[in-house]
């Protein structure tokens, strides 16, 4: 058993006037590719409450990968890279510690 973490990256798909961003989902599925992150689990359409009910839909970008700072740093540049394409103040990165056994 190895212990991993599973990153998850909330990328929005809607701008702050509420059009539609073209490409986004498909250009983080390459840099994820790219960056040797081969496998993942993708949820699209979700949606996410923000301060006073500012309902956004988003698409999730989980990735079960080693917890450590190099995988860390890798993750967090492929959110920043995502953060600037958007054009949004902000975008979630959540890392969860977890266990996996391949059977």
């Not at 993942?40 to 956004?56: E, L, M």
């Not at 700072?69 to 958007?86: C, P, Q, S, Y």
């Amino acid at each position: 058993m190895s212990t991993y973490a599973r990153y998850t990256i909330h990328v929005p798909v809607r701008d702050d006037t509420g059009n539609e961003i073209p490409h986004v989902l498909g250009n983080a599925r390459r840099a994820l590719t790219t960056a040797g992150f081969h496998g993942r689990t993708v949820i699209r359409k979700t949606q996410g409450d923000y301060g006073d009910f500012d309902t956004q839909e988003m698409d999730l970008i989980m990735v079960d990968a080693p917890n450590d700072e190099k995988t860390r740093n890798a993750m967090r540049a492929l959110a920043k890279g995502i953060k600037h394409e958007v054009n949004q103040d902000a975008v979630y990165l959540t890392v969860q510690p977890i266990e996996y056994e391949m059977i």
